[in-house]
């Protein structure tokens, strides 16, 4: 079945530092990808999609590429600040499924 | 204006209660999902509605009973409530999965 990988945290770093937080996927079709962050007490809030091959989602600086050769949708940030402090979840959609399928998050800490 | 609203945002309740978590949305959407989501911030599917009918349940308690009266509504009911229901039960819409889920902001359910 689909499934979604992504790198276990916590993940910590400085302020300004550049962030990667990587996600890889298995799926049998061609799935949406998603980024969704959730910020402490506070439900999902969808951060970028992508619906096809080497398309890029962007949104608050956080860019991320679909790419089919690897199976991958990794999120990068150039210069995280103390408020992308959060839990971050790689997840899929495939036309076949009838549900969004979740990593199981990543916690990032950005020390000042 | 919240587009997806749950109440209550805390719950602590005694075990053997019976509790219900309400939720709206006023989006739209033709459907709503329950999760469910551990301590380790793990996010797992419980039940989905499509305008009114039930097309996802998950291996869930039978104690467990979803209701949805109308498409802009889905309530969740819990039976003879267990410390192992202790977790934050998340509400979600959706008008495509390409699309993505709008979340609730989540209500904590703690048994004591």
């Known amino acids: 079945g689909n499934s979604v990988t992504q790198m276990e945290g916590p993940v910590t770093l400085s302020e300004e530092a550049f962030l990667t937080i990587n996600c890889t996927y298995t799926?049998?079709?061609?799935?949406?990808l998603f980024w969704y962050v959730q910020y402490p007490g506070e439900g999902l809030q969808l951060l970028l999609k992508?619906?096809?091959?080497?398309d890029k989602g962007s949104n608050k600086g956080f860019e991320a590429t679909y790419r089919k050769e690897t199976t991958s949708f990794h999120l990068e940030k150039g210069s995280v600040q103390v408020s992308d402090s959060a839990v971050y979840f790689c997840?899929?959609?495939?036309?076949?499924?009838?549900?969004?399928?979740f990593g199981k998050g990543t916690r990032l800490h950005i020390l000042p | 204006d919240t587009a997806v609203s749950q109440t209550p945002k805390y719950l602590v309740t005694q075990m053997g209660n019976d509790k219900s978590i309400k939720c709206e949305q006023n989006?739209?959407?033709?459907?709503m999902y329950w999760y469910k989501q551990d301590s380790k911030k793990f996010l797992k599917i419980m039940f989905s509605?499509?305008?009114?009918?039930?097309?996802i349940n998950e291996t869930v308690p039978n104690r467990f009973s979803p209701k949805s009266p109308d498409k802009a509504h889905l309530n969740l009911h819990i039976n003879s409530l267990e410390l192992g229901d202790s977790a934050v039960y998340f509400c979600a819409s959706s008008q495509g999965l390409i699309y993505g889920y709008t979340f609730g902001s989540g209500t904590r359910l703690t048994v004591v």
């Open positions: 997840a899929l959609s495939d036309r076949r499924d009838d549900k969004i399928i």
């Open positions: 989006l739209g959407h033709d459907t």
């Open positions: 799926a049998t079709g061609y799935p949406s």
């Open positions: 992508a619906t096809k091959a080497d």
């Open positions: 509605y499509n305008n009114k009918e039930l097309i």
